[in-house]
């Protein structure tokens, strides 16, 4: 599946695990230079969603194209233009932030030459040219955060994925964090990102929320509102999280 417009195309994504079905017939598609938030409460499936499509795991069915590749023939495609980051995991604690930057760059395939030159250009646009050699585990979380959302561009791919990116940081790193977001989009990469925070879907260009493994509603934070008859989008959230 092609399209000039769409740079994530699903149509009717099913995931199970024996008899539970985290994923059940998603279609939905993600715009170029989209920010895209994916919403939904603890178990609603979003991470599983991800999973697929960073082709970390196969779908039970369903039609999947990312960055113009077939999740099913072409992953090792898919995963060569995506970057990923998750609060759970993003660096290693007993590496330094240059090692970090230096171990992920190599993944990502580049050269020497182009990791210690964008490795010296992040370094100075986050401050960090003094904590080049600090180890992670040293560094403030708010730190960690916008380190890891850089190396996880540091390629220049297509499309990145924030698995719940701003979780345990203060209003103001999100606020920042976010600014990096933007940044991002400008350049042309598309932001698929989740959160718990309602506050950052009005940051969204779409949102959609899932319920119970289904996409529940999908449009820009003002229509939701609209549609809704709600004043912010938390209150779009509970009234579908309540049915």
Same mark, same amino acid.
């Given at each position: 599946?092609?399209?000039?417009?769409?740079?994530?195309?699903?149509?009717?994504?099913?995931?199970?695990f024996?008899?539970?079905? #985290?994923? %059940?017939?998603?279609?939905?598609?993600?715009?170029?230079? &989209?920010?895209?938030?994916?919403?939904?409460?603890?178990?609603?499936? *979003?991470t599983?969603? $991800?999973?697929?499509?960073?082709?970390?795991?196969?779908?039970?069915?369903g &039609?999947?194209?990312?960055?113009?590749? +077939?999740?099913?023939t072409q992953?090792? *495609?898919?995963?060569?233009?995506?970057?990923?980051?998750?609060?759970?995991?993003?660096?290693?604690? %007993?590496?330094?932030?240059? &090692?970090?930057?230096?171990?992920?760059?190599?993944?990502?395939?580049?050269?020497? *030459?182009?990791?210690? #030159?964008?490795?010296?250009?992040?370094?100075?646009?986050?401050?960090? /040219?003094?904590?080049r050699?600090?180890?992670?585990?040293?560094?403030?979380?708010?730190?960690?955060?916008?380190?890891?959302?850089?190396?996880? $561009?540091?390629?220049?791919?297509?499309?990145?994925?924030? %698995?719940?990116?701003?979780?345990?940081? +203060?209003?103001?790193?999100?606020?920042?964090?976010? +600014?990096?977001?933007? &940044?991002?989009?400008?350049?042309?990469?598309?932001?698929?990102?989740?959160?718990?925070?309602?506050? /950052?879907? /009005?940051?969204?260009?779409?949102?959609?929320?899932?319920?119970?493994?289904r $996409?529940?509603?999908?449009?820009?934070?003002?229509?939701?509102?609209?549609?809704?008859? #709600?004043?912010?989008?938390?209150?779009?959230? $509970? *009234?579908? #999280?309540?049915?």
């Amino acid at each position: 599946m092609t399209d000039p417009e769409n740079i994530i195309i699903v149509k009717d994504l099913v995931k199970s695990f024996g008899s539970f079905t #985290a994923n %059940d017939h998603l279609t939905f598609s993600v715009r170029r230079g &989209e920010i895209f938030g994916f919403l939904g409460a603890n178990g609603a499936g *979003k991470t599983t969603t $991800i999973k697929i499509l960073c082709g970390l795991s196969y779908p039970t069915s369903g &039609e999947l194209s990312v960055a113009g590749f +077939d999740i099913y023939t072409q992953r090792e *495609k898919v995963k060569r233009n995506i970057g990923y980051m998750s609060q759970r995991f993003s660096l290693y604690d %007993d590496l330094t932030v240059f &090692e970090n930057i230096r171990f992920y760059g190599g993944i990502y395939g580049l050269s020497r *030459k182009e990791i210690d #030159a964008r490795s010296k250009s992040l370094m100075e646009r986050l401050g960090f /040219e003094n904590s080049r050699n600090k180890l992670i585990r040293d560094i403030p979380l708010g730190w960690k955060q916008k380190l890891a959302f850089s190396v996880a $561009i540091l390629h220049n791919p297509k499309i990145v994925f924030l %698995d719940e990116p701003t979780g345990g940081v +203060d209003p103001i790193t999100r606020r920042q964090f976010w +600014d990096m977001i933007y &940044e991002a989009a400008h350049r042309g990469i598309t932001v698929f990102v989740t959160t718990h925070y309602m506050d /950052e879907a /009005e940051y969204c260009d779409r949102v959609s929320i899932m319920v119970d493994g289904r $996409i529940a509603a999908m449009d820009t934070p003002d229509n939701l509102k609209l549609q809704f008859g #709600a004043p912010s989008m938390n209150d779009v959230f $509970i *009234k579908l #999280a309540r049915g």
